[in-house]
C-alpha cells in the first residue's frame, strides 16, 4: 500500500514500480521436423525484473503518447534495448519486444492494465501494488509522478528494498 501527498489539488498522479534490472533473453522456438527447438533469440539489456503501473485518470487523459512514451508509462512503452540491434529487423526486434511483455504479464511480474490510485482528499492519494511470490529480491524504484494539463509537473523518486525470509 502506498500513500503519498501532491504538493497541488490539481493534476492527476502516476506511480511506477521498476524491479532490479538484467539483460534477459527471448527465445523464439520453431517446428524442425518433429520436434520444437530454440531457432532465434534476442538478448535485451537492462529490462526490468518487475514492473507495476498505477494512475488516477486513464492514460489517454493523462497525458499524450509522446510523455507516455518519455516517461515509460505502460509495459508496452518500456525502452526495451537489444544488446545487438543489427541481428534482427525492425519488425523481428518488435515481435521479441512483444513476447517479452507478454511472458511478464503471463508471471504476474508486469502489469497487463494500469492500477488505480485514489485520492483520500484533495491531496492525499493511495495506491495498492501487488508483488508476486515470483519477484526477484533488491532495490525496486518506485517513482510518482504528476500530470497537469498532459505534462510532468511534478516528481518524487524513492527506493524499496524487497528481500525474502524463511522457508
Known sequence: LLYGAAPQASGAIAVIVR?????????????VGPIWLNTSAVEFRSVP?????????????????????????GAERLRLIPTDATANSLDDLDSFRGALVRNRQRVGLFSAAPGTVSFLGETLFRTRIVFPANVAPGDYQVQVLQFADGEVTGAQSSTLEISKMGL
Open 19 to 31: 524491479g532490479p534490472a538484467r539483460d534477459t533473453t527471448v527465445r523464439r522456438k520453431s517446428r
Open 49 to 73: 525484473s518487475f514492473y507495476a503501473v498505477a494512475t488516477s485518470a486513464p492514460l489517454e487523459e493523462l497525458a499524450g503518447p509522446g510523455a507516455l512514451a518519455r516517461h515509460e508509462i
